[in-house]
C-alpha cells in the first residue's frame, strides 16, 4: 500500500477520531441496539434499523480511519528544509497577479484539506501547480473561472 503524506496536526486529528469513534459512539450504538432489541419485534423495529445502519457506517469508519494511519508517512512541516522551494506541508503567501488579491495557503493532504482554514490539497489544481517553485516564481493554476496567475510572495516551513 501507498503513504500517504500527512502532517503531525492531520495525524492527531486522526488519531482523536478514531479515539472517540471506539470509545464514544461504538459503545452508544451498542447500547442504542440492546433498548430497541428490548422493544420485541425486530421485523418492524425502526429504531434498531437505524441503530444497526449506524454500527455500519462506524465500524467501517474505524476501519478507514486505521487504515489511513498505517498507510501515513507523518510530515513535520517544522523540520522540512527545502532550499525556499514550495513542498507539503509548506506554508505559501501568494498574490493574485491579476486582483492583487493576497492568500496564505499551507499544502496538506488529502483528510486535513479546509480551504476556509488556508489548508490545500497537495493533489488540488493549485497544490500541484505550487510544488516545486520558489520564491519568486509565478504559478498558474486552471481554475473553474479560467487560467489564474499567482506570485508566490514568501514559503516558510512552520
Known amino acids: ?15 482523536a477520531e478514531l479515539h472517540r469513534l ?3 459512539d461504538r459503545p ?27 454500527q455500519g457506517f ?11 494511519l498505517s498507510a501515513a ?7 522540512v528544509d527545502a532550499d525556499g522551494k514550495v513542498v507539503f506541508g509548506a506554508t505559501v503567501d501568494l498574490e493574485d497577479e491579476d486582483s492583487g488579491e493576497k492568500v496564505t495557503y499551507q499544502i496538506v493532504g488529502e483528510d ?7 489548508l490545500i490539497n497537495v493533489s488540488s489544481p493549485i497544490g500541484r501547480a505550487l510544488i516545486g517553485k520558489e520564491e519568486g516564481d509565478t504559478a498558474e493554476v486552471q481554475a473553474p473561472g479560467g487560467l489564474r496567475r499567482y506570485e508566490i510572495v514568501a514559503v516558510r516551513y512552520v
Open 1 to 15: 500500500m501507498a503513504t500517504i503524506p500527512i502532517t503531525v496536526r492531520g495525524a492527531e486529528k486522526l488519531k
Open 22 to 24: 471506539k470509545t464514544v
Open 112 to 118: 486535513e484539506a479546509d480551504l476556509k482554514l488556508g
Open 73 to 79: 508517512q507523518v510530515i513535520d512541516p517544522a523540520s
Open 28 to 54: 452508544a450504538v451498542i447500547t442504542a441496539i440492546a433498548e430497541a432489541r428490548a422493544q420485541g419485534d425486530l421485523s418492524e423495529n425502526a429504531e434498531y434499523d437505524a441503530a444497526k445502519d449506524r
Open 58 to 68: 462506524i465500524e467501517g469508519r474505524i476501519q478507514e480511519v486505521e487504515g489511513k
